[in-house]
């Protein structure tokens, strides 16, 4: 059984860091696409940033309104993966999820999707 469990999130000051944290755990083989998303209160959720590994070199990519500010990176020996947040704004506040995409494990041949249950991030002073 996998789960994805993050951590990190709380509150912050507007210009204040906050770092998250994702774990996956279980039989995991290798994990396609690590990512971030945010779900702020009557929005959608939104990609914030994701990281891939393409010919041995980690990929990131991000959301415009979050380029130059946050920093996405992984250990994927823990199959842990981070989101660095600098300067935020108080319009970041939101539920943030991560997200592991085309996850395998040993007992399956499928690559599935999984979802964390999210952490807070509230952005006010």
């Known amino acids: 059984q996998v789960q994805l469990v993050e951590s990190g999130g709380g509150l912050v000051q507007p210009g204040g860091s906050l770092r998250l944290s994702c774990t996956a755990s279980?039989?995991?083989?290798?994990?396609?696409?690590m990512g971030w998303y945010r779900q702020a209160p009557g929005k959608q959720r939104e990609l914030v940033a994701d990281?891939?590994?393409?010919?041995?070199?980690?990929?990131?990519s991000y959301a415009d309104s979050v380029k130059g500010r946050f920093t996405i990176s992984r250990d994927y020996t823990k199959h842990t993966w981070y989101l660095q947040m600098n300067t935020l704004k108080p319009e970041e506040t939101a539920v943030y999820y991560c997200?592991?995409?085309?996850?395998?494990?040993?007992?399956?041949?499928?690559?599935?999707?999984?979802w964390g249950q999210g952490t807070q991030v509230t952005v006010s002073s």
């Open positions: 279980g039989r995991i083989f290798s994990i396609g696409v």
């Open positions: 990281i891939t590994q393409i010919a041995g070199t980690d990929v990131a």
């Open positions: 997200n592991a995409d085309g996850l395998r494990t040993w007992d399956s041949d499928a690559s599935v999707g999984y």
